[in-house]
């Protein structure tokens, strides 16, 4: 059974960070892009970052590029989000995703909620 548990969420101010994670289990971790994806209240999904199975190659929403880095521990099936510098419009439910291709997110946890306060 696939499983994408995510954590780490909370309550930040700007100026402040936080570390998401997202523990995978169920299927061949190492082997996979992986991506975060959050959804801020009333609107739509986001993409937010892909990073590739090694952890070697990484993608960022212009809106997130440079405050934020993915980065993922295949040792231990878990990958990360750091929001090095939040801002309120990051507030959101963030997920983690992955498909079997690129560009396909077949795959979704709960979802996290990261709050940031101004």
């Known amino acids: 059974q696939v499983q994408l548990v995510e954590s780490g969420g909370g309550l930040v101010q700007p100026g402040g960070s936080l570390r998401l994670s997202c523990a995978a289990s169920?299927?061949?971790?190492?082997?996979?892009?992986m991506n975060w994806v959050r959804q801020a209240p009333g609107k739509g999904l986001e993409w937010v970052s892909t990073?590739?199975?090694?952890?070697?190659?990484?993608y960022y929403a212009d809106s997130v590029k440079g405050r934020f880095t993915i980065s993922r521990d295949n040792a231990k099936n878990t990958l990360y989000l750091i929001i090095h510098d939040p801002k309120p419009e990051d507030t959101a439910v963030y997920y983690c995703?992955?498909?079997?291709?690129?560009?396909?997110?077949?795959?979704w946890g709960q979802g996290t909620q990261v709050t940031v306060s101004s």
């Open positions: 995703s992955y498909g079997s291709s690129l560009r396909e997110f077949d795959y």
């Open positions: 169920g299927f061949t971790f190492s082997g996979y892009w």
């Open positions: 990073i590739n199975s090694g952890g070697g190659v990484t």
